[in-house]
């Protein structure tokens, strides 16, 4: 076969992944004549071959490509014949104002940690990168993805440092937070107005800190966590004093894999996506040796694994192997970024901060995430996922939409790609709305975006939906558990009327009720609502969902009327019998008594009615204690009714004959999930008759609920439905974004203002 030659054109995440290098040394390898060049649009290949060798060459791209690349399409066609007599990179130059993607922040690769044990500018040198790892995402102001456009651009490289960017073979060709010892960002350990700047010395330092109980503040990749032993109770309680936090789980570091075997039990799936260059936090079944207050009763604790050069090294001093790391923040608070603020905020409350002189500019929690069925499901989009793009079959440029309120992320459109921003939090605390705002702006920058429609959703008094309105461009209002479904379509590809099942807590109905136990008749552009749990009072409005008795008492109410109250049940106990009153008179009298279908709130009341959780420390606790307690043998489950909605009363009643005969909260749980999977079966297996459709997505924050998300995508897949959920963005409202954005592009497409 003659030579000819070819453009290849790549498409993806191809960016500030090391993608050059790759590919200079596979044309090396494979003897290929050509060059390859970034450019604006994606990386270009020029080569002159044989057809098959272009196939192979091809072929090793696909299968080779750098762990933290993505490769979206490979384009190659035939240009004018050239004869080239190397290989070679050449100099990018700026095609458009199209954008370049932006990695997200990769976790310290192999090599690096080799170099910091050989190459002497960089012994144990703790911002040691490359072009395969190390920060972006966080670190970036602007595009294109110069050195000048991050917060390196103080540091001014040294010879050696300036040698290894410049040489097309060096691994740290154009790595752009390339740095040493002698050139790079540095720590500091700042204890009792004491200040050590010697990395050993605070390496030891911070080793006997952790080592004798005390708590110490530690700046990460994208803001600051606090630290301590995890298996120190004392140490750990009195941290989350500090952290005024009763409830909730702690994450933890483990030393290794190898460490993390020994906390929680871990199936392939589980160890993968652990020591992925990610590096997630992952949540997994937990073995009892962490001190008590790590997760608080809870079966399962959040791992992850050293990210930072500087975690690789306290742990090789350190005699634990495991360390809490949660958020450095007080309370709601975004996650602290800014060394003074750190300073200011907890120099009295912690017992050292270790801080670095290099700036954060783009806030990241620690992602989220957990195995269900054999994949990954993300619960918190933060830290090595953003910004990198999901992308969508319809075009979603100048699509800005705004999210939701409590646990929000936004959502920009470029051509075919959704940006979603990293986890922001909830909008009613003002820091957050402030980190929201300047996370916009943030992103409008970087991606040179400018909006030209807005999407929001239709909750008057959402924070995020009134910003989407200051914008003064269109807006496109989404109901909430549309743009949940909708959100599962987007990232399945989908645009095609399915079954939807929204279960989640909170959500703006269009009859003014709160919706979350929904089931529609759900495509891109609208929806038909089709059944849903029946409405109960809500009684109190929001106190209700910090309070879940209120909601027991609700469905006993709808279920008995008040004669529940002489079954004596033992929640009931700790209420006072005034303020029971008090909630039973604004029952009856429909004061301050949304009326509600959510999920969310009958998981409430169940989990109160048990005696698990009668006033929530924090957000869904009540859920998650009763899906903790779910005693997994167990088949059996309850009766519901269904006419025009589902009703609980048959369940509520027989739920409480199974508490007076003794029987356990366990098994008592465990029915209750059952019966939520079994009689959304039936009605999904009515809709299907119904409409002949048979794809059925799962979307809503009860589907963080792993046992009922594992045991009702099961049974679908049992009764012969094909199932979508959601992988790539939370269920959550974390994922909610995506879903206005396909939502809002569909509308567009067709025209419609729904
Ligand atoms: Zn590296
Ligand atoms: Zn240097
Ligand atoms: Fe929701």
């Given at each position: 076969m003659n030579p000819a030659t070819y453009d290849i054109h790549i498409r993806g995440l191809v960016q500030g992944v090391g993608f050059r290098p790759f590919i200079y040394r596979l044309a090396k390898e494979m003897r290929m004549k050509g060059w390859v060049e970034n450019r604006n649009d994606g990386v270009w290949i020029r080569v002159t071959c044989t057809g098959s060798a272009l196939n192979d060459f091809i072929n090793c791209i696909r299968k080779e490509a750098p762990e933290a690349s993505e490769i979206f399409s490979i384009e190659f066609k035939e240009v004018s014949p050239e004869v080239i007599d190397d290989f070679r990179i050449i100099k990018s130059r700026n095609i458009s104002d199209d954008i370049t993607e932006i990695s997200p922040d990769i976790a310290v690769c192999n090599d690096c940690l080799e170099d910091m044990k050989h190459q002497p500018h960089r012994?144990?040198?703790?911002f040691i990168n490359c072009t395969n790892c190390g920060p972006r995402f966080t670190i970036i102001r602007d595009l294109p993805y110069d050195r000048e456009k991050?917060?390196?651009?103080?540091f001014v490289m040294c010879d050696e440092c300036h040698t290894e960017y410049s040489?097309?073979?060096?691994?740290?060709?154009?790595?752009?937070?390339v740095a040493c010892n002698n050139c790079g960002p540095s720590y500091e350990l700042l204890e009792d107005g004491k200040s050590i700047h010697d990395l050993q010395q605070i390496l030891v330092r911070i080793c006997f800190l952790l080592e004798n109980g005390r708590i110490v503040t530690i700046k990460g990749m994208g803001g600051f966590f606090i630290a301590c032993d995890a298996t120190n109770q004392q140490t750990v309680s009195r941290l989350r004093a500090l952290k005024k936090r009763e409830g909730k789980p702690f994450a933890v570091m483990c030393a290794s894999l190898e460490a993390a075997r020994e906390y929680a039990h871990l199936d392939t799936e589980e160890e993968k996506l652990l020591s992925s260059w990610r590096r997630p936090i992952v949540l997994l079944r937990e073995r009892a040796k962490l001190a008590p207050d790590v997760s608080v009763g809870f079966d399962t604790v959040g791992i992850m694994l050293p990210y930072m050069p500087f975690h690789y090294l306290l742990f090789e001093r350190l005699k634990l192997n495991v360390i809490v790391l949660t958020s450095g923040n007080l309370s709601d608070e975004p996650i602290l970024i800014d060394n003074n603020r750190t300073i200011e905020q907890l120099s009295h409350s912690t017992d050292a901060i270790l801080i670095y002189n290099r700036e954060i500019y783009n806030r990241t929690d620690d992602s989220v995430t957990m195995v269900v069925n054999g994949a990954e499901r993300l619960i918190r989009r933060s830290r090595g996922y953003v910004p990198a793009p999901v992308r969508l079959s319809l075009p979603v440029d100048g699509i800005f939409a705004s999210g939701a309120e409590l646990v929000n992320c936004f959502c920009i459109g470029k051509d075919h790609q959704a940006y979603l921003s990293q986890h922001i939090g909830d909008l009613k605390n003002m820091e957050t709305y402030s980190f929201y705002r300047e996370s916009a702006e943030h992103f409008s920058r970087m991606f040179r975006f400018t909006p030209d429609v807005a999407a929001a959703d239709l909750h008057p008094d959402y924070l995020s939906s009134r910003f989407a309105h200051e914008l003064g461009i269109p807006v496109t209002g989404i109901q909430h558990h549309h743009a949940h479904i909708a959100s599962c379509l987007a990232e399945h590809g989908l645009d095609e009327p399915v079954i939807g099942v929204a279960f989640d807590g909170v959500g703006y109905g269009d009859d003014g009720h709160i919706w979350g136990g929904e089931f529609l008749i759900c495509g891109l552009d609208n929806y038909q609502r089709?059944?849903?749990f029946d409405y109960v009072p809500m009684p109190g409005g929001d106190r209700a969902t910090e309070e879940p008795w209120r909601m027991a008492v609700s469905y006993l109410y709808c279920t008995f009327g008040r004669t529940f109250m002489e079954l004596d049940l033992p929640f009931l106990r700790h209420i006072p019998s005034e303020i029971l009153d008090l909630v039973l008179a604004a029952i009856e009298k429909r004061i301050n008594c949304p009326l509600t279908s959510s999920a969310g709130r009958l998981f409430d009341a169940v989990s109160a009615l048990t005696g698990l959780c009668t006033v929530a420390g924090f957000h869904a606790e009540a859920p998650m204690r009763l899906e903790a307690a779910t005693d997994g043998q167990i088949k059996e489950y309850y009766e519901v009714v269904m006419d025009q909605t589902i009703h609980f009363e048959s369940m509520i009643e027989a739920m409480v004959k199974d508490m007076v005969k003794g029987i356990s909260s366990s098994v008592i749980s465990a029915k209750f999930h059952n019966t939520v999977v079994e009689s959304s079966l039936q009605v999904v297996t009515r809709m299907r008759s119904d409409s002949a459709i048979h794809k059925v997505a799962l979307s809503g924050g009860s589907f963080q609920n792993r046992f009922l998300l594992s045991r009702l995508e099961n049974r679908l897949h049992q009764n012969g439905f094909e199932v979508y959920s959601n992988r790539r963005v939370p269920a959550n409202d974390g994922g909610i974004a995506l879903g206005q954005l396909a939502v809002a592009a569909k509308r567009r497409m067709i025209g419609s203002n729904v």
């Open positions: 012994m144990d040198y703790p991050t917060s390196m651009e103080p040489s097309v073979l060096d691994r740290r060709f154009h790595a752009q937070p089709y059944t849903h």
